[in-house]
T-cell receptor, first 112, second 111 residues
Framework: GEDVEQSLFLSVREGDSSVINCTYT??????LYWYKQEPGAGLQLLTY?????DMKQDQRLTVLLNKKDKHLSLRIADTQTGDSAIYFC????????????FGAGTQVVVTP | DVKVTQSSRYLVKRTGEKVFLECVQD?????MFWYRQDPGLGLRLIYF???????EKGDIPEGYSVSREKKERFSLILESASTNQTSMYLC??????????FGQGTRLTVV
């Protein structure tokens, strides 16, 4: 079955770059997503990448996809205190009717 | 903007009560989902629906049921609440094959 794994915690200094990593197992993934969850809130879609792409850049966010290793990463440039949140990666597979399989989430703490 | 609205932010219920969590979306999405979020476990799918009156079990359907009588509304029902159902519940909706948009969540405490 599908399995999505992330490290649970990342501490980064304000102004540095953050890199959040994710691995997945299902080779039939169509889209891979990054969501952000601030305390007490729902999930906000940050960005996504189609499975036939290697990279996608959106302002401070860069998504890298290594299909051979089934590895996905999210880089946040110039990390700010407002970037402190839990970040979830999720995969959608071709036979899933649009269901998403989520990782456990990475808690990012930005220190001054 | 897509709006997914959950009827309550916080709920406290007693063991054995029947609990209804309501979710409404305003973007005519076919798919609607109920997830449960627990620390260290991420989001786990309880049920989803791809059309009115259609429902499919997710990964953890035991102890839950759902209702989708109208396209915009998807209800999660706890038939007899138990303390192990204390959790954050998240509703989402999507077009088929597209990204899901989430509500703000309902934090349910069963005492």
């Amino acid at each position: 079955g599908e399995d999505v794994e992330q490290s649970l915690f990342l501490s980064v200094r304000e102004g540095d770059s953050s890199v959040i990593n994710c691995t997945y197992t299902d080779s039939s993934s169509t889209y891979l997503y990054w969501y952000k969850q601030e305390p007490g809130a729902g999930l906000q879609l940050l960005t996504y990448i189609f499975s036939n792409m290697d990279m996608k850049q959106d302002q401070r966010l860069t998504v890298l996809l290594n299909k051979k290793d089934k590895h996905l990463s999210l880089r946040i440039a110039d990390t700010q205190t407002g970037d402190s949140a839990i970040y979830f990666c999720a995969e959608m597979t071709t036979d899933s009717w649009g269901k998403l399989q989520f990782g456990a989430g990475t808690q990012v703490v930005v220190t001054p | 903007d897509v709006k997914v609205t959950q009827s309550s932010r916080y709920l406290v219920k007693r063991t054995g009560e029947k609990v209804f969590l309501e979710c409404v979306q305003d973007m005519d999405h076919e798919n609607m989902f109920w997830y449960r979020q627990d620390p260290g476990l991420g989001l786990r799918l309880i049920y989803f629906s791809y059309d009115v009156k259609m429902k499919e079990k997710g990964d953890i359907p035991e102890g839950y049921s759902v209702s989708r009588e109208k396209k915009e509304r998807f209800s999660l029902i706890l038939e007899s609440a138990s303390t192990n159902q204390t959790s954050m519940y998240l509703c989402a909706s999507s077009l088929i094959g597209k990204a899901a948009f989430f509500g703000q969540g309902t934090r349910l405490t069963v005492v």
